[in-house]
């Protein structure tokens, strides 16, 4: 067995795939969600719920050495009112970030190391890059690209005890709410990437002992076709 590692939003779409994929590979996954027959339930925007989810979860698995930050609010609204901008920001950034500090200072203790991917969204890669980018800056892009800016941030800090990793899917699935479809976009290859490439690109980000501080887009070319990159190299 590789370890355990904790899923964020584990139990369903594209974090079922991971943690299945996990699963498969000899990690030992521990799958958040937010129903509460589940030991590893937490609902994110309360407070205190970040600490009691990483305490439940170094208690039943003292050996974790892994995080796969993929819980996230999405919408395509435009503007938010100010609480729920503040949501989106917490769940999709404020959160993960948390979550890897915490792991860092499990890790330290026990002097080990350790490894985490943030999944993030193709459509901010420009901006990350200083680039010009087409995406409107939603709540969702923004609270995206503030984890993006944190995923590098954290590799450079938390370095050499834990590589931090992000993967950017494209359109893989609709959203689970109708009321955000959306177009999936131009892509450059004849298939759309499904769940399960998602989760082999986080298995081997998470697993790429010489790897810290990239993005790796899983798009099928759609990084290309908006103008930018389709892997972006950040901590050199």
């Known amino acids: 067995m590789k370890g355990s590692v904790l899923v964020t939003g584990g139990a369903r779409r594209i974090g079922r795939a991971i943690c299945d994929g996990l699963a498969a590979r ?6 958040h969600s937010r129903d509460p027959r589940n030991p590893f339930a937490a609902d994110f925007s309360e407070d205190g719920s970040v600490e009691r989810l990483f305490a ?14 993929n819980a996230a609010a999405f919408s395509t609204t435009t503007e938010l009112p100010p609480k729920e901008t503040a949501a989106m920001m917490r ?4 959160v993960p970030i948390l979550l ?11 002097g080990l190391s350790g490894s985490a991917v943030n999944l993030l969204d193709v459509r901010i890669l420009g901006a990350v890059a200083g680039e010009s980018s087409s995406v409107d800056m939603t709540p969702y892009a923004k609270s995206k690209l503030a984890l993006a800016r944190a995923t590098l941030t954290l590799a450079r800090r938390l370095a050499p005890a834990i590589r931090v990793n992000g993967v950017a899917p494209g359109p893989v699935l609709a959203p689970a709410d109708a009321a955000n479809s959306e ?3 131009a892509i450059l290859l004849s298939r759309r990437p499904s769940p399960t490439d998602v989760a082999e690109t986080v298995a081997f980000m ?3 002992e010489s790897i ?25």
Request: hydrophobic letters at 50%; proline letters at 2%; charged letters at 15%.
């Open 100 to 110: 890897i500090e915490l792991l860092a200072e499990h890790l330290a203790v026990r």
């Open 206 to 208: 998470l697993e790429a």
């Open 183 to 185: 177009k999936g976009g």
């Open 212 to 236: 810290t501080g990239q993005i790796l887009a899983v798009d099928s070319g759609q990084s290309l076709a908006l103008g930018g990159q389709a892997t972006i190299a950040f901590a050199g």
């Open 26 to 31: 000899g990690w030992r996954v521990l799958v």
């Open 56 to 69: 439940a979860t170094i208690e039943a698995a003292p050996d974790l050495c892994a995080i796969v930050n």
């Open 91 to 94: 769940i999709n950034s404020e």
